[in-house]
């Protein structure tokens, strides 16, 4: 099993920064993929960003590429994404999530963070 649990969300105002943490736990994830999706209300869930834990690599979706970037701290267990230059779009629940296919055509993984809410006013 993996657990992971989200940190750092929270209100601000479009142009500000931003860092959620996802701290990470179970016997085995570190062989695994660990990203974000985000879902706005009304909006399916979108992948937003992830990461190789056990190599190099990273994959950043579109939409926020050149705005956000992932990375991750092998001896805390944690994924970090920063974003910056945030906008009244990026409001969502942001969601840490391990093993599942990182492209942008990806919904569901097997394993889910509970969830932190971002907000970002005009």
């Known amino acids: 099993q993996v657990q992971l649990v989200e940190s750092g969300g929270g209100l601000v105002q479009a142009g500000a920064s931003l860092r959620l943490s996802c701290a990470a736990s179970?016997?085995?994830?570190?062989?695994?993929?660990v990203g974000w999706f985000r879902q706005a209300p009304g909006k399916e869930r979108e992948f937003v960003a992830a990461?190789?834990?056990?190599?190099?690599?990273?994959y950043i979706a579109g939409s926020v590429q050149g705005r956000f970037t992932i990375s991750r701290d092998n001896a805390k267990n944690t994924v970090y994404l920063q974003m910056n230059s945030l906008k009244p779009e990026d409001t969502a629940v942001y969601y840490c999530?391990?093993?599942?296919?990182?492209?942008?055509?990806?919904?569901?993984?097997?394993?889910w963070g509970q969830g932190t809410q971002v907000t970002v006013s005009s």
């Open positions: 999530a391990a093993d599942f296919y990182p492209s942008t055509e990806t919904t569901t993984a097997n394993y």
């Open positions: 179970g016997r085995t994830f570190t062989s695994y993929i």
């Open positions: 990461v190789r834990w056990g190599g190099a690599g990273t």
